[in-house]
C-alpha cells in the first residue's frame, strides 16, 4: 500500500490493513515519516515503511502532472521496498499516486489496485491551495479530469467509498465488475455503545466532529445559531476538530456575536468527548454539496448512528440516502441556514421528536453499515484478483 501522508492517524487505511492480515495477506505500507515515528514498524495488522520527505518534493506535489519531482521520490520508494520483498500487488490510496502504481505493475508484473477515497480532481478545484495564481500554474483541472480517467483504465480494480461515486467512475468508461464499494464505516471492535442521556431541556446541544475547511459548511451553522438567538432561542454548539478554515469560523462567531453559543474544542479523540456524544441533542454533517461531497461519505456518520444520536446533514447525496434509508435524521438544503434554524427550533421546542431517530441508527450500522460486512468486500475482492 501507497500512502502519501503519515501514518497514523487514518482509520480507513488501518481497517484495511487490518482485515486483509486477518485473511492470511501479508500488508506493507508506505508512507512519510512523522516526527518520532520509525522508519520501520511492525505492527499487528502490517508492516510500516516510512521514509523522510523534504519540503521541496512535499509541496512539488501540488504540481506532480507537470512536474516530476514527487512521483521520483515515490519511484525510488518503491523501488526500495521491491529489492527486498516480493509483492503480488499494489495498493494505491488515492488518485495522485496512480501513475506510480501503474508503472509498479508494469515494471514488477504486479496488480494495481486504486482506492478512490475522493472525487480528486473537484478536491483540488474546491481546495485554497490550487486556488492561488501559484496553485492554478501548478494544478490544471483539466488534466485530472483526463489523469484520473487514463488512471482508472489501466487499474485492475477500483475501490470507492460510495454507490454514487462508483456510478460516477463508471461513466468514465470503467466496467462496474472492476469496481468496488467499500464504505467509511465504522469498526465494531473498536468503538464502545455510548449510553445515552436524557436530552436536555434546558439547553439545546448541537454537536460537529470532523476537519474544518471551507467545504464543511460550518460556516453556515454558525449564521443558524445567530438566526436562532435573534428569534430568542438559546441553543448550544459543540465543534470539535481542526482544520484551515478555523480562523475564518472563529471570526464569523464574533461577528456574529454567538460566542456564548459555540465552544471551539479543537481535536480530540473520539475516546476524549464520549461525553459530547451522550449529551449532544443532535449531530451535524452540514457540509457544502459539491461534486466532492456528493461522492463520498465521511467515518462520523457511523459514529454518530452508533452513539444513537440523531442527525441533521446537508443535501449531499450520500448523506440524504443514508439518513432517509435508515431513518436516522433529517436533511436540509446546504446553503440556507434558515432552513436548518427552522429545523432546530423545532427539535427544540419539541424535543420528544428527536427519540423517533435514536434507535434507527444504532440498528443499521449493526445490521449492514460496519466494517464487517465493507471489510469483507475487501478481502473477496483480493480472492478474485
Known amino acids: 500500500m501507497l500512502l502519501d501522508h503519515p501514518f497514523p492517524p487514518d482509520t480507513r487505511v488501518e481497517n484495511e490493513m487490518k482485515s486483509l492480515t486477518e485473511n492470511g495477506h501479508e500488508v506493507h505500507l508506505a508512507c512519510f515519516q512523522k516526527e518520532g515515528k520509525a522508519l520501520l ?9 516510512r521514509k523522510r520527505v523534504s519540503k521541496f ?35 494505491i490510496h488515492d488518485l495522485p499516486l496512480a501513475k506510480v ?22 478536491l483540488l478545484q474546491l481546495s485554497k ?19 484520473e480517467k487514463e ?41 464502545d455503545p455510548i449510553e445515552r442521556k436524557e436530552f436536555k431541556t434546558d439547553k439545546f446541544r448541537m454537536l460537529y466532529v470532523g476537519g474544518i475547511n471551507y467545504h464543511r459548511g460550518i460556516q453556515n451553522v454558525i449564521k443558524a445559531i445567530s438566526i436562532l438567538k435573534n428569534r ?33 474544542h479543537g481535536f480530540k479523540h473520539y475516546t476524549q468527548i464520549c461525553d459530547l456524544y451522550e449529551s449532544a441533542n443532535v ?13 463520498t461519505i465521511p467515518h462520523k456518520i457511523f459514529q454518530y448512528m452508533y452513539a444513537e444520536i440523531p442527525m441533521v446533514v446537508s443535501n449531499c447525496d450520500p448523506l440524504v440516502r443514508i439518513v432517509n434509508e435508515t431513518g436516522s435524521g433529517v436533511s436540509y438544503r446546504y446553503d440556507r441556514p434558515e432552513e436548518l434554524a427552522d429545523i432546530i427550533a423545532n427539535f427544540h421546542a419539541h424535543p420528544e ?33
Open 232 to 264: 430568542g432561542i438559546e441553543v448550544h454548539f459543540d465543534l470539535v476538530g481542526d482544520g484551515s478554515y478555523l480562523v475564518d469560523i472563529r471570526k464569523l462567531i464574533d461577528e456574529l456575536q454567538v460566542e456564548e453559543n459555540v465552544v471551539v
Open 151 to 191: 488512471m482508472c483504465a489501466l487499474a485492475d480494480k477500483i475501490i470507492v467509498v460510495v454507490d454514487e461515486a462508483k456510478t460516477r467512475v463508471c461513466a468514465l468508461g470503467v466496467s462496474p465488475e472492476k469496481v468496488e464499494v467499500v464504505s467509511n464505516t465504522l469498526n465494531l471492535d473498536q468503538f
Open 57 to 91: 518534493v512535499f509541496k512539488a506535489s501540488v504540481g506532480v502532472l507537470k512536474f516530476p519531482f514527487y512521483f521520483n521520490y515515490w519511484r525510488h520508494f518503491i523501488d526500495e521496498l521491491f529489492e527486498n520483498e516480493r509483492f503480488d500487488a499494489v495498493h
Open 283 to 295: 449531530a451535524l454533517i452540514p457540509h457544502i454539496k459539491s461534486g466532492h461531497t456528493d461522492n
Open 129 to 147: 491551495h490550487t486556488n492561488t495564481f501559484l496553485g492554478k500554474l501548478l494544478s490544471s483541472n483539466g488534466q485530472w479530469v483526463r489523469y
Open 101 to 122: 502504481g501503474y508503472e509498479a505493475k508494469c515494471k514488477y508484473g504486479v496488480r494495481f489496485v486504486l482506492d478512490l477515497h475522493e472525487n480528486w480532481p473537484v
Open 41 to 49: 514498524e511492525k505492527t499487528a495488522y502490517g508492516i510500516i515503511h
Open 353 to 385: 421528536l428527536l427519540n423517533n431517530y435514536i434507535q434507527k441508527g444504532r440498528q443499521a450500522v449493526i445490521d449492514k453499515y460496519n466494517w464487517g460486512v465493507d471489510g469483507a468486500k475487501l478481502v473477496a475482492m483480493y480472492a478474485q484478483l
